[in-house]
């Protein structure tokens, strides 16, 4: 039924293609003004008359134009956008065989929603932090989109080239997972107090035999979570026993090793703490295939609590790392403009201890 209505349709909706796109120049055109007038109102630039900042904002109004990256840029030396670097080797292993984490996810997720409520973007960039090209790898990604920040994750948060060459070309940067002195913003939670949470936990169950194993050396977290484990078991009265600290780098191979010589032990543990997800999952193997049952013969504590340890059977107890939040935080002291030769203490947010299946009071022993 026609009412009389008429229906207005583009001739490029005729020809079924999609209206064109609202540009800064036609804001510009609707609004009377320059295109450096028409960027400074979009990016709160200074000198702009309250009168034609109205006429603008009318005009972006009315036409619908969603300013653009090179748009922004016209007013000054920002580029609206920060690069975070991940170690190529270990996300690429883990993509390729599967048995990857969340962290990324996370680490993305909290960096590129806080860049959205800025009108920034988060580019992600993978770099191998033991090659000895490192220093060419990331000049060239830092010439390709001249980033106003750049976030980095462990461990090239402490590796002294990266640190150095950011900080010599004066491009502000923040530090994930790394608490140590030095330049940029340091952003973490206290791997200490969480690994010293974990043994707490294990303690007040009735564990005495806590074993750990420990994540890489090459990232400075592994220390701290090792000293936190250590004081814990000291303050417990539960004295030093080396023989209840096996190496690991977060591999899962390296959680079999481990937990193998661990449950070898002629006065095995009757819990262990892992400083990764996979290497409690690969204690979990080991403990099933030697026939100890988990909790009620072996308690294990797990970090990071992704979701591969919340769906095993049992789902494991674990430290949440505040991932998401630290990337998140690291943007936020980005964008609002941090200096590269910042020394002061880091920034800790808070970590969580999730008891699940994976722990219970110790076995009575005869």
């Not at 209505?5 to 796109?21: C, H, N, Q, W």
């Not at 580029?79 to 292993?93: F, K, M, P, Q, V």
Request: with cysteine; charged share 25%.
């Amino acid at each position: 039924m026609n009412d009389g209505a008429t229906a207005k349709v583009s001739v490029d909706e005729k020809r079924g293609k999609r209206p064109k796109s609202a540009t800064i120049k036609d804001v510009a055109a609707e609004a009377g003004v320059s295109l450096q007038t028409v960027s400074r109102v979009i990016n709160k630039g200074p000198n702009v008359r309250p009168a034609i900042v109205e006429r603008v904002n009318a005009a972006i109004e009315k036409l619908g134009y969603v300013p653009s990256l090179a748009a922004r840029r016209m007013a000054g030396k920002r580029s609206y956008l920060l690069l975070a670097l991940n170690d190529r080797d270990r996300t690429i292993e883990g993509w390729r065989s599967g048995d990857g984490t969340d962290w990324v996810d996370q680490m993305l997720l909290g960096g590129m929603l806080e860049c959205a409520k800025h009108g920034y973007r988060m580019i992600f960039e993978l770099v191998d932090t033991h090659s000895s090209n490192v220093e060419r790898e990331l000049t060239s990604a830092l010439g390709a989109i001249h980033p106003d920040g750049v976030i980095l994750t462990p461990p090239h948060g402490d590796n002294p080239i990266i640190r150095h060459l950011l900080t010599e070309k004066h491009i502000p940067f923040a530090r994930i997972g790394s608490a140590g002195p030095g330049p940029g913003f340091a952003i973490a939670m206290d791997d200490a107090a969480a690994a010293a949470a974990a043994v707490n936990h294990l303690v007040a169950l009735g564990h005495r035999r806590i074993a750990y194993i420990t994540g890489s050396d090459e990232y400075a977290l592994s220390a701290a979570r090792l000293k936190g484990y250590r004081d814990a078991m000291a303050k417990a009265g539960l004295g030093a026993d080396d023989s209840l600290v096996a190496r690991g780098d977060f591999t899962y191979q390296s959680g079999i090793e481990s937990a193998q010589r661990l449950l070898a032990l002629a006065d095995r543990p009757t819990a262990i703490v892992a400083s990764g997800d996979q290497m409690s999952l690969a204690a979990l193997e080991v403990a099933n295939s030697e026939g100890f049952s988990v909790p009620d013969d072996l308690s294990i504590v797990s970090f990071d609590n992704t979701p591969i340890v919340k769906f095993s059977a049992p789902s494991f107890t674990a430290i949440r790392q505040p991932i998401s939040e630290m990337t998140a935080r690291a943007a936020q002291l980005l964008i609002n403009g941090g200096k590269t030769d910042r020394e002061s203490g880091p920034d800790i947010l808070p970590f969580d201890l999730i008891v699940r299946g994976s722990t219970a009071p110790p076995p009575q022993r005869a």
